[in-house]
Every structure is written in structure tokens, then in C-alpha cells.
């Protein structure tokens, strides 16, 4: 399929998610499905501005993962430029702007979420990201930011600015995460007024739910991001249904656990092979493996203790005594 300029296997895409969607895990759900994009979590253009080094574990053996893009968060044009040129040395697909984050620094530092009440902002990151990228960008935005955006004008704003394709989290940047608050219909008008791919975004956990989001929006391809921590199979779910329509459900149990982990295991060696200027790998492992596992038993009955004494461990060789002996 295509977001505009982009050739992409299928529809599907991993949301870039800070302190999640690291190498690794990248890889861990591309091990299951060949994921159409992923992405590497937002960057901030002002400390590329200023330490561009700051960014290089997050870049590491970035080529081996292609197709994959790189997001930038920031709100001086300036320092996104720069940031463009910086990043430009890198094999990666696609670059992406954020305009949905909704944290207290995102919205303190105008950057992120802030743009979807500060839309010259917006305009201007857009054309400079348009302008000096030499690969696709995209934008990826909320439904607004308190109320919903006003429609026409997020429209024409898209339309008029060069991007390939937009991304948008259907949710204002003030409801934040939370459940109940996914505006559909916003997203669906926005759709009919556009004239690049829209890539739909927000709860989607299963096959339903994708489903759901595609007939009620009629978007071109989806973003899962919350659901692929702990369940890192809901893309050949989702896919399954849709080419064969059948829904498997998601099955885990402690001897999937133990498979899950060796997979991850050797993905988090083969990624710190070779990274000569880390002098902690050892740690990086550690924590890398523990919140993984403790995502991983996510769906396994009667998991509480497990996940209790999981929490508790203090190196690997714990982790992995707790990991062998569970039955
Ligand atoms: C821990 C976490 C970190 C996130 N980091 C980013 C990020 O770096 N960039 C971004 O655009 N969105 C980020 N998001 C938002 C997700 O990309 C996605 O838009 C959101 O979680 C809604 O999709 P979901 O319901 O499938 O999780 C993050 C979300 C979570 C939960």
C-alpha cells in the first residue's frame, strides 16, 4: 500500500512510544508480523540542537530496520531544521512531526500537542520539515486540543503543506489517554476533506476494534501502539482477520512467556553488539528484559504474584531464576 510517496507492505503501523518502542521492541513485533512502518519515539529538536551525540543509541543499527521513521517533537524552527540536516546521515524512510504529544513539557514548551491551538506554529514546522527533508514526512496531530479542531481549516492546513501523509490519534490533546474519549467522527470528516492518506490511531486492541476504526473512518492504515506492550501478536491478529476473517485469540501462558523472552533476550544482545561507546550494556539489558517480562505476562492467568516478584528483581540473574521456575 501507499502513505503518499511511501511503499508500504501492509496498513499497519507501531506508534512511536518513549521508553517502549525501543530497538528491541521494534523488533520483537516485526518477529511476528512484518509490520508495514515502525517508528523510533519523538526526539527533541532542541537537544539534537544542541547535542546531537545525545541521539545516536536511539539512531544504533537504525538501517536494519527499515521501513522505519524517525519522529521529531520541538517548536523551534530553527532547531527542527538543524535537527533535519543532523538526522539526514541516518538510513531511515520517513520523517514524522509531533503535534499530538500532551504532556506538562510538551505543552510548557509549546511543542507537541501545543500546535493544535498554535496552527501558524504548526504551519511553519510543517514547511520547514516539507522543505528540508529529503524523505516523506508526515504530521501526526490529535482531533484538537481542548474541543475538536475545526475541520475545514486542519484540513486545508494538510492539504496545502507538502506532507505525504498524516497521522491522528483520535482524542483531544486534553483528554490525554483517557478511555472514553475517542472522537471518531472527527476523525471520519477530517477523511473526507482530505486529499493525502490519513493513518487512524486510538485504542485499537483487537480485531474489532480495527475494524470498527477503518469502516466507521474509512482511514487508510492504523497505528497500534498501547496494545503491543505485553501483546506483541496483535498485528497478525488484526491482519488474520481481516485477510482470512478469522479472530485468534490471544493465548499466553508461562511457556509462551519463556519463549517471548528468549526471543526478546536475543534481540536486546544483537542490538548492544557492537556498541562500543555504552559502558553500562549490562544495566541497559537488565532493564530492557525486566519491564518486558513484566508486560509479557500481561494475559496470563493468575500472573499477579509473578509480575509482584518480577517488579521486585534486582539483576538478571533474579529475573531469570523467577523466569525458569514459574509454572
Ligand atoms: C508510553 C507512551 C509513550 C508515547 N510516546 C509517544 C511518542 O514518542 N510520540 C508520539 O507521537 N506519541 C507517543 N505516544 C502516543 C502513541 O503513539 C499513540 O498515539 C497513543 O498511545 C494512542 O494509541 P493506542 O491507543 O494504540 O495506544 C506514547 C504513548 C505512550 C503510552
Redesign the pocket.
Known amino acids: 500500500m501507499k502513505l503518499g510517496s511511501l511503499n508500504l507492505k501492509n496498513r499497519y503501523l507501531l ?6 518502542t525501543t530497538n528491541p521492541f521494534r523488533r520483537f513485533c516485526r518477529y511476528f508480523f512484518n509490520i508495514g512502518l515502525v517508528y523510533v ?2 526526539l527533541y529538536t532542541k537537544k539534537i540542537e544542541k547535542h546531537p551525540k545525545s541521539i545516536e543509541t536511539d539512531l544504533y543499527k537504525i538501517e536494519r530496520e527499515n521501513p522505519i521513521g524517525i ?1 521529531l517533537i520541538g517548536s523551534d524552527p530553527e532547531a527542527l531544521k538543524k535537527s533535519i540536516d543532523y538526522i539526514e546521515s541516518y538510513k531511515f524512510e520517513t520523517l514524522d512531526l ?1 503535534a ?2 500532551p504532556s506538562k513539557r510538551a505543552i510548557k514548551a509549546k511543542e507537541g500537542g501545543y500546535l493544535m491551538k498554535d496552527l501558524n506554529t504548526l504551519k511553519i514546522l510543517v514547511k520547514v520539515a516539507v522543505k528540508y527533508s529529503a524523505k516523506p514526512v508526515s504530521l ?1 496531530i490529535r482531533t484538537g486540543f481542548e474541543i475538536s479542531v475545526n475541520i475545514k481549516e486542519m484540513a486545508k492546513i494538510i492539504n496545502d503543506s507538502g506532507i505525504d501523509f498524516a497521522i491522528i ?1 483520535a482524542r483531544t490533546v486534553k483528554s490525554n ?1 483517557h478511555e472514553h474519549a475517542l472522537d471518531l467522527d472527527t476523525v471520519k470528516r477530517l477523511k473526507e476533506k482530505l486529499t493525502i492518506p490519513l493513518v487512524g ?4 486492541i483487537n480485531p474489532i476494534s480495527a475494524k470498527h476504526f477503518i469502516d466507521y473512518t474509512n482511514v487508510d492504515a492504523l497505528m ?4 503491543s506492550i505485553g501483546n506483541p501478536e496483535i498485528f497478525n491478529q488484526i491482519h488474520e482477520y481481516f485477510t482470512k476473517g478469522e479472530e485468534i485469540p490471544f493465548k499466553n501462558d508461562f511457556a509462551l512467556f519463556r519463549k517471548y523472552i528468549k526471543i526478546y533476550e536475543d534481540l536486546i544482545d544483537d542490538f548492544l553488539n557492537g556498541i562500543s561507546y555504552l559502558i553500562n550494556n549490562e544495566e541497559i539489558k537488565f532493564k530492557e528484559l525486566k519491564r518486558n517480562a513484566i508486560w509479557l505476562t500481561k494475559n496470563i492467568r493468575n500472573s499477579t504474584p509473578v509480575r509482584r516478584d518480577l517488579s521486585k528483581v534486582k539483576n538478571i540473574l533474579q529475573l531469570k531464576t523467577i523466569i525458569e521456575r514459574i509454572e
Open positions: 506508534a512511536p512510544m518513549l521508553n517502549v519515539p519523538m519522529q509531533n499530538g504529544c501526526k490519534h489517554f490511531n486510538g485504542d485499537i497500534i501502539g498501547r496494545e
